[in-house]
Each structure stands twice: as structure tokens, then as C-alpha cells.
């Protein structure tokens, strides 16, 4: 089993792209860790400095604690899949698993049995003699992972292996590659965009934003306890609600959050509390996901909000209700990495205006949507623009609090609806879009 240790890795291509800045990262002997981002965002790129096909403009790469900046991508005792499987179409697909074998000298009774070996615990034991174009592409996809198996590395690296197949299919062979590299005891770096392959097949899941690690922690922890807007934003189906809040402090009593027209009472006894208080008269962002709202009779307690249904999702196994609760819904736009408040076309068309009349490029400035400030010229560090501005309030976008409901209830567009909110799971950013009470997860 191989131990890598990213220190403060950058890359940047000769066009000025800042591909990856500033990471480190730790991954354990036997370790499965899934990098999980957008496209663009660099995990790619780091899966590729970790193999040896791409050199880091500055920072080192430790395999078992050592410096392997300059060893070949041969010696590194890697094995690497990729999406798009590349196999040789001339060869069988015995050969085609068997191929690392033969370059490394193994004889042709050892390899044949090595490779029937691998095959049958993939369930290709039958294939053998096919040619990559006459298979599925689940078989294709468990070619490539048999040849890069058959080699016995200390460490995997994945590369979207899923991506290319059927929904189902990927379901099936994220359960087996999880239970094979377990099995295997072998140390895996695992990429992907997929938030349901992360959060099943991980030990742990370090999550990147154009370049620059936004959270590492088990699933657990990074769904439950996100340390940045941006990755409460990212993990979730349905999506995080965020909030935009007025904190205002009653000293040993409570803490308001002040929601539009209605407002939540944080109790003083809460030791969140007081990481909160620290922002009396500011704005901040409140999330609460759709699991942590339970419908309730109509109540004026301090736990409950009151809105109205807008619209239903209906997904067969649960609905969703989204209310008008009269708030202002904070919006993180994926790509770029800004948080804001209200329109994304409104940003677009504003972002658009800037370049044509040369106003600094990406820099945004709002004139009323509370929107992002400041030029996020590599759209990293979760602290490099703000989500409030100084600006009104008529291109704010309305909240759409979604409530997990029973299947098909008996609602309809403008129904009123009560829901009473679990204070211990609500979430709290700054204006940065760093978690506030990141301290104690």
C-alpha cells in the first residue's frame, strides 16, 4: 500500500491557467479518497500530477514520503483507469488485461493464469477471446480495471471510470470497484463530478473549486458539516436551502436570525450561539437542508416558519414542496465559485457589460442585487469575494424553502404550509463564505 502527501501543489499551464493552487493532501495507506468537483475545477489535473503525466510548477508529490517530482510515471507503482477506457482495439481482451504483465517480463503461463484470475473476479472470465468492440461498455470498463488490477500497484488512480455508462450500470460498478480495491487493499484516488459516487464508495472526499481544496473529510462530515458555502451549496439533493439572516443579539436569552418577514430564535444555550453573536447587525447566510423542516400546524413559535407553496416536485417514492417564505435566497453560482443574492442572468448580463466596456474583466460590481464585489481572479480561496453587497434589494431573488413531503400530497399552488425547523442542523456562513462555526465539527 502506497501513502501520497500533496505539499502545497501548483500548476499552471503556459497560457497563465491556474489549474490547481496551493493544494495539500493527505492520503492514507489503504485509503479510498475521492477528488469531487465540477468539471474544470482541477481534480483531473491533480490525479495527473499524482501519476507522473504532469509536472507541478511548484510543490511536491510524496509517494510513501518521498520526493517523486522527478520519477517516471513507469516507477512510480501507480495503475491508472480512464473515462474513456483505452484499451488497443487489435488485441483480445486477454491480452489487453494481461499487457502490463508482458512489459514487465512475466511469463505466459503465470500471466495467462493471472490474468483468467482477474477476469473471472470481474465477471469477463467468458470474454476472453472478444476484441474490445464486440463488448458493452460496463465490459469495456472492467477490461480496463483488470489491467490495471492485474499489475498489483500499492495505488490506484481513477479517473471518471463511470462516467461514459448508463445510470444503472454505474450504480453496479461502483459497488464493485469499492468492494475490490477493499478487498485488494490497495490505496485509490478516485475522481469524479458524481456526488452520490463520492459520498457511497469514499473514505474520505476532498472537494475542490477551480483549483483550490474547499473541504476533506468523511462523507459524513462534509455533508453534515460543510466547511465552506460552496460545498453546502454543491453536496445535497435537493439542494441546501441558503438563507440570507440580520443577526441580532438578546444577550443570554437568544440569538434572531431575521429571515425577509420572519425570524428564527438561535437559544442561548446553544454553543453555536455564540460563534453567531459575533455578528450582531451583520448578514449572514443560514442553510438548512430539506430533511431538517417537518411540517407542523400553524405555530408562532420560535422554531417555525410560515410560507406558502409555489410550486411540486413529484418523484414517485416523495414530493417536494418549494414555499415563498418571503427571504432572500443566497445563490452559488458552480463554476465561478461567487456566492450572490438574486438573479443569475441579471450577473451574466453584468459580467457581459464589463468586458465590452473594459471594466476589469471578471470584476462585478452590483448596483442592487447584493451580489459578489470583488474580482476572483482564480475563483479559489473561499474567502476572496463577499456574498453581501452595499447594494437594494430589487434584484434579489425570492427563496424556495424545498420541504420533503409524503408522495403526492394534497397541495396546491398558494396553500399555506408550516414547517418547523431543527435549530442544531442549521448551518452558518460569513460573508466570505466560510463556515462560522467551523471550530468544532
Not at 472470465?125 to 483488470?146: F, I, N, T, W, Y
Not at 464585489?373 to 424545498?402: I, K, M, N, Q
Request: contains cysteine.
Amino acid at each position: 500500500m502506497t501513502t501520497v502527501a500533496l505539499k502545497d501543489v501548483t500548476k499552471v499551464f503556459p497560457d497563465s491557467t491556474v489549474a490547481v493552487d496551493n493544494v495539500s493532501l493527505d492520503v492514507r495507506a489503504g485509503e479510498f479518497m475521492v477528488l469531487l468537483g465540477p468539471s474544470g475545477c482541477g481534480k483531473s489535473t491533480v490525479l495527473r500530477m499524482i501519476a507522473g503525466l504532469e509536472d507541478p510548477t511548484s510543490g511536491a508529490i510524496l509517494l510513501n514520503g518521498e520526493t517523486a517530482n522527478d520519477i517516471s510515471p513507469r516507477d512510480r507503482g501507480v495503475a491508472m483507469v480512464f473515462q474513456d477506457f483505452a484499451l488497443y482495439p487489435h488485441m483480445t481482451v486477454g491480452d489487453n488485461i494481461g499487457f502490463p504483465l508482458r512489459l514487465s517480463g512475466v511469463e505466459p503461463g503465470t500471466r495467462s493464469e493471472q490474468v483468467a484470475q482477474v477476469a473471472s473476479a470481474l465477471g469477463i472470465g467468458d470474454v476472453l477471446e472478444r476484441k474490445p468492440s464486440q463488448l458493452s461498455g460496463g465490459q469495456r470498463q472492467r477490461v480496463a480495471l483488470g489491467r490495471a488490477i492485474v499489475r498489483r500497484p500499492g495505488l490506484f488512480l481513477m479517473d471518471e471510470p463511470l462516467s461514459n455508462l448508463d445510470s444503472g450500470l454505474r450504480a453496479e460498478l461502483r459497488a464493485e470497484i469499492s468492494g475490490l480495491v477493499r478487498e485488494l487493499g490497495v490505496t485509490c484516488v478516485y475522481v469524479t463530478h458524481d456526488q452520490a459516487e463520492a459520498l457511497t464508495m469514499a473514505d474520505r472526499v476532498a472537494i475542490m473549486r477551480r483549483g483550490v481544496l474547499q473541504d476533506v473529510g468523511t462523507p459524513t462530515q462534509v455533508y453534515g458539516r460543510p466547511a465552506t458555502l460552496y460545498v453546502a451549496a454543491f453536496l445535497g439533493s435537493p439542494r441546501m436551502n441558503l438563507l440570507e439572516a440580520e443577526v441580532y443579539v438578546n444577550l443570554d436569552r437568544h440569538v434572531s436570525l431575521h429571515l425577509g418577514d420572519q425570524t428564527l430564535y438561535l437559544p442561548w444555550n446553544d454553543v453555536r450561539a455564540r460563534h453567531v453573536a459575533h455578528f450582531h447587525g451583520e448578514r449572514i447566510v443560514v442553510g438548512v437542508r430539506a430533511e431538517a423542516l417537518v411540517p407542523v400546524v400553524s405555530s408562532t413559535d420560535g422554531d417555525v416558519i410560515q410560507g406558502r407553496v409555489r410550486y411540486l416536485e413529484h418523484h414517485g417514492h416523495e414530493s417536494l414542496a418549494f414555499l415563498d417564505i418571503g427571504a432572500t435566497a443566497v445563490v452559488v453560482d458552480e463554476m465561478a465559485g461567487r456566492a450572490r443574492s438574486g438573479s443569475g442572468l441579471q450577473h451574466g448580463l453584468r459580467r457581459l457589460v464589463n468586458r465590452v466596456t473594459g471594466r476589469g474583466g471578471d470584476e462585478f460590481h452590483s448596483g442592487g442585487g447584493g451580489v459578489a464585489t470583488a474580482t476572483d481572479s482564480h475563483g479559489g480561496d473561499p474567502g476572496d469575494s463577499r456574498v453581501f453587497s452595499d447594494g437594494g434589494r430589487h434584484h434579489r431573488r425570492p427563496a424556495e424553502l424545498a420541504v420533503r413531503l409524503a408522495p403526492y400530497p394534497a397541495l396546491g399552488h398558494g396553500t399555506p404550509l408550516s414547517v418547523r425547523v431543527r435549530m442544531d442542523a442549521l448551518h452558518f456562513f460569513d460573508d466570505r463564505g466560510r463556515r462560522i462555526d467551523v471550530g468544532w465539527r
